[in-house]
Nanobody, 119 residues
């Protein structure tokens, strides 16, 4: 099992920035193969933003390249720095972890953190 806790969201003006965090915990944290970030805007489907694999390069969806950046922190925390924000970036931001154990693959979602971009 993995639990994911996101934080760092809030209200920010257009052009501003926030740093979101995702901290995994639980018995299977050592088996996380990928950690991804997603966003769900009001009235829209959840969309993929960033993939950080255990091995390999981080990948970003085209719409956030050059504006969103990931980094690592203590206790397996992953940060998502979101910059040059526009109202279109408003939404609930989620992190997701995929684990691979002898029992197979499993995915886990955090509860999300709200980002609102408005003047």
């Amino acid at each position: 099992q993995v639990q994911l806790v996101e934080s760092g969201g809030g209200l920010v003006q257009p052009g501003g920035a926030l740093r979101l965090s995702c901290t995994p915990s639980g018995t299977d944290v050592d088996y996380i193969e990928t950690l991804t970030w997603h966003r769900q805007a009001p009235g829209r489907q959840r969309e993929w933003l960033v993939t950080h694999p255990r091995n390999g390069a981080t990948k970003y969806t085209d719409g956030v390249k050059g504006r969103f950046f990931t980094s690592a922190g203590l206790n397996r925390t992953r940060f998502l720095q979101i910059t040059a924000l526009t109202p279109d970036d408003t939404g609930m931001y989620y992190c997701r972890a995929v684990t691979r154990t002898l029992a197979g693959e499993a995915e886990y979602w955090g509860q999300g953190t709200q980002v609102t971009v408005s003047s």
